[in-house]
């Protein structure tokens, strides 16, 4: 179709993508049917103003005539042609034409007005409501990638594919359509006015179309790289400033001013260097468009001026003809220029698709547990995590047993593979090899989202939502009630903050929590762990913001919340450690030591040798 539209300029590969689109457009056919009959309207109008000029010279000035002769209507052709005869002695026999035609030449104008109005406010309105389904879709989509997904790829790309892209696709897809449709119709209608005017002048304008789809053919060849790299580069822009804004602290810190100029200059410089490579190849396209046409519009004046000398057109045929050469420029100008904002169209499809196309978490698990009736007992066995092949195994063949309500610290130096042990049981982290069981259940025959709702995690890597502190804190529970939250904040150590706010559980916290302390941030995500109430608890370094004096009050809450819940603990203090059931040590993704504090350092071992190093969780 578009292969067809575009006259061989954009093949079915280049449109194959953007064709997957057009099925958030194809629920608005009526809209878009009416919008067509308004650009047809549009392209008649423009023909007929054009043809105008004919009538107006031979007979405007003309003393007013007869009446047509009427043919016996013995055929359609008959009847059409008694109509045109008819109306044109209304609009220019007549004596009054005088006022006749200029309302009839105003008619026209507001008609044009009138259809190029509706044709862009139905397809605009189209375009927005099919860009907020795909983004739509596109959200849902981002919610369902795996955490590997978004540690490989910068929030800023995401960013471009959902916000930018996204736009670039429909809108362009939009204006693309109305340009197409409009113009390549204007140019039909004129054409055929051409054609009826004077078939041998019409003959010299029709060359220059193989010419101008030439032209149009090396800027898409030439373009289409430039166009895929400022896409690129937009999405690098978007990287900088994200990176730039979350770790603004950082470059205040540490001075980091002039490389954080000179990052976001080298990105900005290579998209300026990009546009206007395409704002070049634009600009130098319209001129070439119009030299072509200039050239034929030179031989056709010099055809029209040797057959006025001899007598074969009037000047009025002339004039028009002339006239609707002149408004043909624009549209072939508007259809030689349609490349780029279809290449960028395509390439934006592309880019759209191939996000929505990411594999989503498995989620192939149909088993469903009750959260009363789940004990928290864990298992791995022969687990193995293998994120590079070239880096080895950040677990090698685990095998551990974990008690319900048992509560168990993991211990080792920093990438001995505690992190990862705990970022499997939710999933966030799939095993190369070996199986995880809960309860006696595969975690992975169990349906995900009911999976996760056993477990509560709270990380040293505290992300809190740009909403209020209730909020916040519900987000464990949207259906719990202000006093369960006010109960959860009381555990955690926050009653005093709500007392202090006059907004209370309504007052925002910003960005990432960004307008409370450290320690408040913390027992926020410790508060939303507290209220979930789940029977697996993963403390990941839930403690390590805290001040002495806070850390004693959440500790004790987080020691009432641990009490018959199965806890892993991934923790440097030493009161949690010593306090653990058992301590499994680790190093290098295997455990190397298990055992009750006193027994490991009875054992004088690894444990032992960490802590006279004073290095348990480093």
């Not at 047809?40 to 023909?47: D, H, I, K, L």
């Not at 300026?272 to 634009?282: D, Y």
């Not at 169209?345 to 192939?364: G, H, I």
């Not at 390590?544 to 806890?567: H, I, P």
Request: charged letters at 20%; a positive charge.
């Amino acid at each position: 179709m578009i292969s067809k539209l575009t006259f061989g300029l954009f093949s079915k590969e280049d449109s194959k993508n953007f064709m997957r689109l057009m099925k958030y457009v194809s629920p608005f056919k009526w809209r878009i049917g009416f919008a067509l009959l308004a650009i047809m309207g549009v392209a008649f109008t423009e023909s007929y103003l054009a043809a105008f000029i004919a009538p107006l010279v031979n007979q405007g000035f003309a003393p007013p005539s007869e009446p047509p002769v009427l043919q016996d209507p013995e055929s359609m052709v008959a009847i059409l042609t008694n109509w045109k005869d008819q109306f044109m002695y209304l609009i220019w026999g007549t004596p009054d034409k005088v006022w006749v035609v200029p309302i009839f030449f105003m008619s026209l104008v507001i008609l044009r007005g009138v259809c190029r109005f509706a044709s862009s406010y139905l397809l605009s309105w189209v375009s927005v409501v099919a860009i907020s389904h795909l983004r739509r879709d596109m959200f849902q989509k981002m919610l369902l990638l795996s955490s590997k997904y978004h540690q490989d790829n910068p929030s800023g790309t995401v960013l471009m594919n959902i916000v930018q892209m996204a736009e670039s696709a429909i809108s362009n897809a939009s204006n693309v359509f109305i340009t197409l449709t409009r113009d390549t119709m204007i140019v039909l209608g004129l054409v055929g006015v051409l054609l009826y005017l004077n078939w041998q002048l019409s003959l010299v304008v029709l060359l220059m179309f193989p010419v101008l789809s030439m032209l149009s053919r090396y800027y898409r060849n030439r373009l289409k790289k430039i166009i895929a790299s400022a896409q690129l580069s937009i999405g690098s822009l978007n990287n900088t400033v994200n990176e730039i804004h979350q770790g603004h602290r950082v470059v205040k810190m540490f001075g980091g001013h002039a490389l954080a100029e000179k990052r976001f200059a080298d990105v900005n410089s290579t998209l300026v260097r990009l546009n206007k490579k395409l704002t070049q190849a634009s600009s130098a396209r319209s001129p070439f468009s119009e030299l072509i046409a200039s050239v034929a519009l030179a031989i056709v004046i010099f055809i029209a001026l040797w057959q006025s000398q001899n007598g074969v057109t009037t000047i009025g045929e002339f004039m028009a003809f002339i006239v609707a050469m002149l408004q043909m420029l624009s549209p072939i100008k508007n259809l030689a220029n349609i490349s780029i904002p279809m290449q960028a169209m395509f390439l934006a499809s592309d880019s759209v698709c191939a996000f929505l196309d990411e594999p989503v978490e498995k989620n192939t698990g149909h088993v469903l547990l009750d959260k009363k009736q789940v004990s928290g007992s864990l298992k791995l066995a022969n687990v193995s995590v293998e994120y590079q092949k070239d880096k080895g195994k950040a677990l090698d063949n685990v095998n551990l047993d974990i008690r319900s309500g048992e509560k168990v610290a993991l211990v080792g130096r920093s990438g001995s593979g505690k992190t990862t042990l705990v970022n499997l049981l939710p999933r966030f982290v799939e095993p190369s090899s070996g199986s995880i069981s809960l309860d006696g259940v595969n975690i992975e025959d169990m349906e995900l989202h009911n999976l996760r709702s056993h477990i509560a995690l709270v990380s040293q890597d505290t992300f809190l939502f740009d909403d209020t502190l209730l909020e916040n804190v519900r987000y464990s529970r949207p259906n719990a009630s202000e006093e369960e939250v006010l109960a959860a904040l009381k555990s955690a150590n926050l009653l005093e903050m709500v007392a202090k706010s006059p907004e209370g559980l309504q007052q925002r916290i910003g960005l990432n929590g960004g307008l409370l302390s450290g320690g408040q941030r913390q027992r926020v995500s410790i508060a939303r762990a507290i209220l979930k109430d789940a029977p697996i608890l993963l403390l990941d370094e839930a403690t390590s913001a805290l001040d002495n004096e806070s850390e004693r009050l959440v500790q004790q809450a987080l020691e009432n919340l641990m009490r018959g819940r199965t806890s892993i603990i991934v923790a440097h203090r030493l009161s949690t450690i010593e306090q653990a059931d058992r301590i499994i040590v680790m190093d290098e993704g295997k455990i190397v030591e298990q055992g009750s504090h006193r027994e490991l350092l009875a054992a004088n071992g690894y444990y032992a040798k960490l802590r006279s190093l004073g290095n348990v969780n480093a």
